[in-house]
C-alpha cells in the first residue's frame, strides 16, 4: 500500500533536544521531519539565522524537512490580525531555508459558545490575505482540520477550499482532530479528497477523545489509506503521535489531553510502528 508515499513527523514529540530527535529518525530509518520546535523554541521563534544552523544538522543527518509546522492561522480570529501576519512572512522565509514548500496552517480559533458562521466572512479575509502572499512567494499552505477553529469540522474546510482551494492552498488530513470533534472521518474523507496533498497520521477513540496508535482507533485510518492509495496519493504521510505529553504540547496546542507517560521515545515509535502495520 502507499509504496510512493513518504512517512515524515513532528520529532519535537521525541524530546525538545534536536540531536535526540535526529538519533531516533536515524534509527528508525525516517529521512523527513515536520519540523515544528526543537531546544525548547516553536519553529516561528527562530531566526533565520538560527533555522540555518537546523537545518545543517538535518543535511548532515541526511533528513530532509516535508513542512513547516507552523502555527499560522493559530489565533483566536478576534485577535489582531497584523501582527500574526508579519509572523507568517516570516515563516515563509523560514520554508525557504527549511527548502520545502509546505507550510503547515489553520483558520483561526472560534470563541466558545459562539456560532463559528459569524465569523465565516472574517476567516475567509485573512485566509486570502494568505493565500495572496503564498502565491507571490510560490509556497503551499496546508490547512489543518483542527479541534476548535472555524475549519474543524469537514463541511467547513469544505467551505474553505471550495473559495480558495489552489496550488499555493490545499488540505492537511487529520484523522484524530476530526474524531475528536464527532466528525466521522469516512464522510470527511469524502468531503475533501480532492483537496488532500498531505496527512496526518493520528488515531483517536470516538468514545472518550482519547489519541491511539493508527489503526487502533475509530478515524479509519486502514481503510482512508487505501481509498489514498487506490487514488495515486504520492505524497507525505506524518507522523503525529500525540501518545505521550511531551515538552512543547502546552505551548503548541490549545486543548491538551495527553497520556501520563512523558516518553517520547517510545510515543514516536509506536507511532510509527503502528503505521509501518497498516502499510504492510
Not at 123 to 139: G, H, I, P, S, W
Not at 153 to 160: H, K, L
Request: proline share 2%; net charge negative.
Amino acid at each position: 500500500m502507499l509504496d510512493k508515499i513518504r512517512i515524515s513527523g513532528f520529532a519535537d514529540e521525541i524530546d525538545t533536544d534536536i540531536h535526540k530527535q535526529i538519533a531516533l529518525l536515524n534509527e528508525l530509518g525516517v529521512k523527513y521531519v515536520e519540523f515544528r520546535s526543537a531546544n525548547d523554541k516553536g519553529v516561528a521563534d527562530y531566526t533565520i539565522q538560527e533555522a540555518q544552523e537546523i537545518m545543517k544538522l538535518f543535511k548532515e543527518n541526511g533528513i530532509a524537512v516535508s513542512a513547516v509546522g507552523s502555527p499560522v492561522g493559530k489565533i483566536q480570529i478576534t485577535d489582531d490580525f497584523e501582527p500574526h501576519f508579519e509572523t507568517f512572512k516570516h515563516v515563509v522565509e523560514l520554508a525557504k531555508v527549511f527548502e520545502t514548500k509546505y507550510i503547515r496552517m489553520f483558520s483561526f480559533f472560534m470563541p466558545e459558545d459562539e456560532d463559528p458562521e459569524k465569523y465565516r466572512d472574517e476567516v475567509m479575509n485573512r485566509l486570502a490575505r494568505f493565500v495572496e502572499y503564498a502565491k507571490e512567494q510560490d509556497v503551499v499552505l496546508l490547512h489543518e482540520n483542527e479541534k476548535g477553529i472555524y475549519g474543524d469540522v469537514a463541511s467547513r474546510c469544505r467551505e474553505i477550499f471550495e473559495k480558495l482551494y489552489c496550488q499555493n492552498f490545499r488540505c492537511t488530513y487529520d484523522f484524530a482532530n476530526f474524531v475528536q470533534c464527532r466528525q466521522d472521518t469516512l464522510e470527511a474523507y469524502d468531503l475533501l479528497k480532492d483537496y488532500v496533498e498531505y496527512v496526518h497520521i493520528k488515531d483517536a477513540r470516538w468514545d472518550d477523545a482519547q489519541v491511539v496508535p493508527a489503526g487502533e482507533g475509530d478515524g479509519h485510518v486502514a481503510e482512508i489509506l487505501a481509498k489514498l492509495d487506490a487514488a495515486g496519493y504520492a505524497g507525505f504521510l506524518s507522523l503525529e503521535p500525540h501518545l505521550a505529553e511531551f515538552a512543547a504540547l502546552k505551548s503548541l496546542e490549545q486543548h491538551v489531553d495527553a497520556r501520563e507517560s512523558s516518553d517520547g521515545v517510545w510515543s514516536y515509535t509506536t507511532a510509527f510502528h503502528a503505521l509501518k502495520k497498516i502499510l504492510g
